[in-house]
Every structure is written in structure tokens, then in C-alpha cells.
């Protein structure tokens, strides 16, 4: 067999092997592939990427906070402030025009969606040193943020 055509045989038998650098650069990130919120703050992604997944959560959802304070107006944070301007017969942060049955009842469900993810995940991680997420759950609860994110958008609110 002449060598050229021998170098190319073990060209081929050798394709399949591929350097996990090169898998790496070919692979989209998680937050991608998630179709997560695009625009956290980059804080959220460079404490993800280097594996601190807890505190990419809970950078996220201070930024969740901080976003309802901004559009609300209103002072205060997490549970309260959730409960808050979302609720009552003409809330602060309206989800939709709460002309229906079926409108109240999702704007109620918005607001327990807020302030419930303020309560069971944002304040462990705020009140608590040793709660270590696993890449799985943050994705969870990054995708999570994103749809109130997301609704805070279709609802005109950002």
C-alpha cells in the first residue's frame, strides 16, 4: 500500500477520537442551551462557569429583586416586597389587564411564583453558609428566574 494512502487510513481510523478541548469550543454553553435570560448580570455566569453555582442562583435572584424594585417603585425586598406589589385588588406590577376570573387568578399565582422563590430559595442562600447547589439545580433555578424574568417582559414591564 503506498504510504500516502496508508497515512490516510490511519487518518480515518483515528477521527472519532477527538481532543475534550475541541468537544469544549464546539459545545454551546448551558445557558444556551437552556434558553436562559440573556441578560443577567455577567456576575451570574462568571460564578456559574467557575463553579459556584449557589452563588450564581443567588446573584440572580438579588437581580430578580432589584429588577421588581425598579419597576414597582417600592422600597423593601424578597418575600414582603413581592407579596406586595403584586397583590391586592390593583397591584403595583400587573401581569395582565385583570379583566377576568382567569386573569386574577394568574396574577395571584404570579405573586406567590415571586415572593415563594424569594422565600425558598433566595433566603436559605442568603441566611446560610453551607448550601452547595450541583450544576443541575442551579440550571433549575436559573430557568425559573428566567420565566418570571420573561413574564416581567411580556407584560410590558421591561
Known amino acids: 500500500m503506498p504510504t500516502s494512502l496508508k497515512a490516510f487510513e490511519n487518518i480515518?481510523?483515528?477521527?472519532?477520537?477527538?481532543?475534550e478541548?475541541?468537544?469544549r469550543s464546539v459545545r454551546s454553553h448551558p445557558f444556551e442551551?437552556?434558553?436562559?435570560?440573556?441578560d443577567f448580570p455577567k456576575k451570574v455566569?462568571?460564578?456559574f462557569d467557575d463553579g459556584h453555582y449557589s452563588e450564581a442562583t443567588f446573584e440572580a435572584l438579588k437581580f430578580l429583586d432589584k429588577t421588581v424594585q425598579r419597576i414597582s417603585g417600592k422600597r423593601g425586598s424578597g418575600f414582603n416586597l413581592m407579596m406586595s406589589v403584586f397583590g391586592g385588588d390593583n397591584p403595583d406590577i400587573k401581569i395582565n389587564a385583570l379583566c377576568s376570573e382567569s386573569e386574577i387568578d394568574e396574577q395571584k399565582g404570579y405573586q406567590f411564583m415571586f415572593s415563594g422563590i424569594m422565600s425558598a430559595i433566595r433566603n436559605p442562600k442568603g441566611h446560610e453558609h453551607s448550601i452547595e447547589d450541583d450544576l443541575d439545580t442551579c440550571?433549575?433555578?436559573l430557568s425559573m428566574i428566567s420565566t418570571l424574568l420573561r413574564r416581567l417582559i411580556e407584560s410590558g414591564h421591561i
Open 21 to 23: 478541548s475541541v468537544l
Open 139 to 141: 440550571l433549575d433555578h
Open 12 to 19: 480515518c481510523r483515528r477521527a472519532h477520537i477527538v481532543d
Open 33 to 38: 442551551e437552556r434558553n436562559l435570560f440573556p
Open 45 to 47: 455566569r462568571k460564578l
